[in-house]
């Protein structure tokens, strides 16, 4: 349901209903004064015993709910009506106490609430108690009576009613300061070492690029997507709100430090076992991969197996079953020729035979993921019961932070792991490192490693199956290294170390692991063919090439329908030959560049994804210490840069 049917009935609807100019007059209040839209709640905090000014929080998607109870909690109450039964009315149907208040001549306000008198206290225990339940559920009365054993309530005041009061406001502001001022955010993944680490605790400045208004303000404070422990979503969509930024100070930079919602988290895998219950970085890259694994599974490949390995256990069974009759017409043809050039004609058919049907594999592995709610997880070697796939709107998918390396209408491209941005060199932070695959390197400690370049194993450098250092590290380290070893060879991971080349159809294969996630573009970690970043007004003509790149921008984000029929573009069923964009889109990259499910993976991150400019670190501890030990003090209340 769309926000305005909420402000309607909140502040036009509700006073009418309830019979509010009744009630202010007894109140010695003008009648007038019930009509006056947003006037009409400052008046009725005041009757409440509450500032005028409360009246203007009806104003915040999200608060104006938990305001509307209260209001109506704190007017009746000056009627008399403070019991269990009484609350409960107030908060759920408080048109029925209105209604007598309005119409019962016997009925008038009362002096306010006199705490010293214990008869009145007691009276409106019960409802107190349930008023602060519904505020914070039980951690709410813990704090209060707790707070209240420390800090002697207010003059005759019981601990629920002082601290409950306290704690309801304390948490409206903490919504209103999350929401639209700063919001406070752990680092949970590397990919944005060495400038950010896990562990870090940031703040993020919503007022930079302009707070978002909630999509789904109805939400519980202070919880992102889900209720921990009760493992709930934390959020209800029956009020809806379109998108909309306030203004900021300034627009999304070129390599700015960015928060955003997760763009591929418009459909999200829930693993209750993952951190924030979300499996993997990609769900479209799930579904990839368990679109090949049931097309494997179809043709009696096993779990994890490498093709070529398949293609020699059961060579007969290849040849006589597996060849598509596109790829060669008789077995004859095979006749003199050696193994590997047979299989090099048995993969041609095998990985054709996918690839022409994609879109069925994929939707078997939707149906699976969905329905049958299990996943193969190849890096566990295990299939993963989860609880299927929850959509998320906007506002509540996965915070990420990367930097932002391109904005609108900027053009990128990435070779050999150097970022060009509109043809010339990006610059490298100081805290961006690049991986590496290094040659005659010593072998020392790991106590030594540490003590003299800082390097942490399992982090920052491993040893691959080959026996060669694997370093993860900055310019800087690698400099310092090299000056220490001046006989290593140091080699970027995928551009100078030896590896056997990919195959046509094994190429074809990677490349749908990158965005555009199609067979046909070539892009990887450390090349990316050169693309255009969406611009706000630009328009485009839609060629079979640029679709590749623009679908998902065109039917995701921009929520059009498009069909390609008989060699023509349809966009919401109307033929098409152009399309212009309605949001400006911006490419993130984590500056752990060889350990980051970045754009490179999941693509353009529209501009109502952006939540706000990471600010500062204001607090840092190392995940193989224990607290308070283990505070990074150098990085406490740190710039982020």
């Not at 309830?18 to 209040?29: G, I, L, M, P, Y």
């Not at 993944?189 to 208004?213: C, H, Q, R, W």
């Not at 043709?299 to 060669?328: H, P, S």
């Not at 840092?620 to 990085?635: A, H, L, V």
Request: net charge positive; aromatic share 16%.
């Amino acid at each position: 349901m769309n926000a305005i049917y909420f402000y309607l009935f909140f502040i036009l609807i509700h006073p009418i209903i309830s019979q509010w100019w009744k009630v202010f007059a007894k109140a010695e209040r003008k009648s007038w004064e019930a009509f006056v839209p947003l006037y009409n709640y400052c008046v009725a905090s005041k009757i409440g015993g509450q500032p005028m000014w409360y009246g203007v929080l009806m104003l915040f998607p999200g608060v104006h709910v938990v305001m509307y109870f209260v209001f109506n909690v704190a007017l009746q109450r000056r009627f008399g009506y403070y019991g269990l039964k009484e609350t409960a009315l107030a908060i759920f149907l408080p048109w029925l106490q209105y209604a007598k208040i309005a119409s019962d001549d016997s009925i008038t306000v009362l002096e306010p609430m006199d705490w010293n008198n214990e008869k009145q206290a007691q009276a409106r225990a019960a409802g107190d108690h349930l008023a602060l339940f519904l505020s914070l559920p039980i951690f709410g009365h813990v704090l209060a009576l707790v707070v209240g054993s420390i800090f002697k309530p207010a003059k005759g005041k019981s601990p629920i009613k002082d601290w409950g009061e306290t704690i309801l406001f304390a948490l409206i502001a903490a919504s209103i300061i999350r929401t639209y001022v700063f919001e406070p955010f752990k680092i949970p993944t590397g990919s944005m070492e060495k400038t950010l680490l896990i562990g870090d605790f940031l703040f993020v400045n919503k007022l930079a690029y302009g707070p978002k208004v909630p999509n789904t303000p109805l939400s519980f404070p202070l919880f992102h997507n889900n209720i921990p422990f009760i493992d709930i979503p934390s959020y209800s969509t029956l009020e809806k709100v379109s998108y909309y930024r306030l203004p900021g100070w300034t627009n999304v930079n070129r390599y700015d430090v960015v928060v955003f919602n997760y763009p591929s988290g418009d459909t999200a895998v829930y693993d209750p076992r993952m951190p924030m219950g979300l499996m993997g970085h990609d769900y479209h890259g799930i579904v990839l991969n368990e679109a090949r694994r049931l097309f494997f599974l179809s043709k009696n490949v096993k779990e994890n197996e490498y093709l070529e390995d398949y293609f020699k256990r059961d060579y007969n069974k290849a040849l006589g079953a597996q060849f598509d009759k596109k790829t060669i017409d008789s077995l004859s043809q095979i006749e003199g020729l050696t193994v590997d050039a047979v299989f090099a004609l048995f993969e041609k058919s095998f990985y054709s035979e996918f690839l022409d049907n994609l879109e069925y594999w994929k939707n078997q592995a939707r149906h699976e993921i969905a329905v049958n709610k299990r996943t193969y997880s190849a890096g566990e070697g295990m299939f993963i019961d989860h609880k299927g796939v929850i959509p998320r709107p906007v506002d509540k998918r996965e915070n990420y932070i990367k930097r932002c390396v391109g904005i609108p209408g900027d053009t990128l491209e990435i070779i050999d792991a150097q970022l060009y941005v509109n043809g010339k060199k990006a610059p490298i932070f100081a805290g961006q490192n690049l991986g590496y695959v290094v040659d005659g390197f010593p072998r020392i400690s790991a106590e030594q490693m540490e003590e003299r370049f800082g390097l942490v194993i399992g982090n920052d450098y491993g040893i691959n199956g080959l026996g060669q250092f694997i370093f993860f590290i900055t310019k800087s380290e690698k400099e310092l290294l090299k000056k220490t070893y001046p006989e290593a060879s140091f080699k970027l991971m995928g551009i100078g170390e030896m590896k056997t080349p990919l195959s046509e159809y094994e190429q074809k294969m990677s490349n749908l692991n990158y965005y555009p996630k199609s067979a046909l573009v070539q892009n990887s970690t450390e090349n990316f063919q050169k693309f255009w970043i969406p611009k706000k007004g630009a328009t485009i003509p839609l060629t079979k090439e640029n679709i590749i790149w623009y679908g998902r921008v065109i039917t995701a984000y921009e929520r059009h329908t498009l069909e390609e029929k008989n060699g023509k573009v349809y966009i919401d069923g109307q033929e098409a030959s152009s399309y212009t964009f309605e949001l400006n889109y911006y490419w993130m990259m984590g500056d752990n560049r060889y350990n980051s499910a970045d754009s490179r993976v999941w693509g353009f991150v529209p501009e109502d994804h952006i939540v706000g400019r990471a600010a500062i670190v204001w607090l840092s501890t190392d995940q193989r210490g224990s607290f308070p030990m283990n505070i990074r003090w150098k990085r406490v209340f740190t710039k982020i840069k």
